[in-house]
């Protein structure tokens, strides 16, 4: 249904409209707390079986995101379809440490700038969509959902595709967003990517990484990669931060998530993240832990940054950090 049609027939007949919106919630505008609320409902409820890679599980899971970033008006999807393959090799289980292909898949969209003269350059941002799967705790199966690793941070680079695209005749560079499968087999989409990019990797200014922003318990986010270009601490130092949030830095570049796998490509690569609690990689990081208000909260913080390297010139240059 057109969106014009929609509002033809809500003029006409409201009760119908009425109606709709029992069956459609997303035909209507919903707050960002309410969509991020619904991907990682979809994404982390036991029907996904904690989105192992490599299992039908993770094929839903990139159906899922793949569908989502489609309605995306100004985003094109890059590769097959928006599709990645990513053939990697991992043990048969736990128990069988024999080493057999397998694959999974990258998601991977770009919005380019509306003016042309700025399509040379790309920011990247990404998150993990996949999980832990099914895995015995005391001798029980159970399903590990990863609502906030990293439903929270898929969920975050969807509505952050969106909000770009819809501001894409302000953006100064090309954004490509990408949702990397395999993280918790050893970063092995982001690898990929990183070592097969879609676009030439040269034009890439800097990649943003979001793994875990679902738990804003103790007001706190931790930056990684600080040391991994030469201007991030007066960048970071000239945020503002009205909600008190309590900032680490890591300078190292070769944290244990995706923002790695660029930065051993030369890239400026930061990572957020609301930190580890209790629940991290166990069956207990369920969706009803999630604190969405801290998940916006974080979101307004970092969003500054994307301002700086999206809808700016602003350059950073490469810094090789140890570790
Ligand atoms: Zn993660």
Do not use: C
């Not at 930190?275 to 208000?293: A, F, G, L, M, P």
């Amino acid at each position: 249904m057109q969106p014009d049609s929609l509002f033809y027939s809500a003029m006409k007949k409201p009760i119908i409209i009425l109606l709709l919106g029992l069956f459609s919630p997303q035909l209507f505008a919903q707050s960002l707390q309410e969509r991020y609320r619904r991907h990682i409902e979809y994404l982390a409820s036991d029907d996904m079986q904690g989105r192992a890679a490599a299992t039908r599980y993770d094929t839903l899971s990139v159906a899922y995101i793949l569908a989502e970033l489609a309605t995306i008006d100004g985003l094109t999807l890059l590769g097959d379809g928006g599709m990645q393959v990513v053939p990697y090799r991992a043990r048969v289980s736990r128990e069988d440490t024999t080493r057999v292909p397998k694959t999974t898949f990258n998601v991977v969209g770009l919005i380019e700038a509306g003016d042309p003269q700025y399509r040379n350059r790309t920011l990247i941002m990404g998150a993990h969509y996949d999980h832990l799967g099914v895995r015995p705790v005391e001798g029980v199966p159970q399903i590990f959902n990863g609502a906030d690793d990293n439903a929270s941070g898929t969920a975050f680079i969807i509505e952050s595709a969106r909000d770009l695209a819809q501001q894409r005749d302000k953006l100064k560079a090309n954004v490509i967003v990408i949702l990397f499968g395999g993280e918790e087999a050893g970063l092995v989409g982001s690898r990929h990517y990183a070592n097969n990019p879609l676009r030439p990797i040269e034009e890439v200014k800097a990649m943003l990484n979001f793994d875990m922003l679902g738990r804003m318990t103790a007001n706190g986010i931790t930056v990684r990669g600080v040391g991994s270009a030469k201007e991030a601490f007066e960048l970071y130092g000239g945020l503002k931060n009205p909600d008190k949030i309590d900032l680490i830095f890591e300078m190292r570049g070769n944290g244990p998530t995706d923002y790695a796998s660029f930065y051993r490509v030369g890239v400026p690569a930061f990572s957020y993240s609301t930190r580890q609690h209790s629940d991290y990689h166990r069956h207990t990081d369920t969706v009803e832990k999630i604190n969405y208000e801290g998940m916006e909260m974080a979101r307004n913080y970092i969003w500054q940054m994307v301002e700086i390297l999206a809808f700016s010139n602003k350059e950073l240059r490469f810094k090789d950090v140890m570790d």
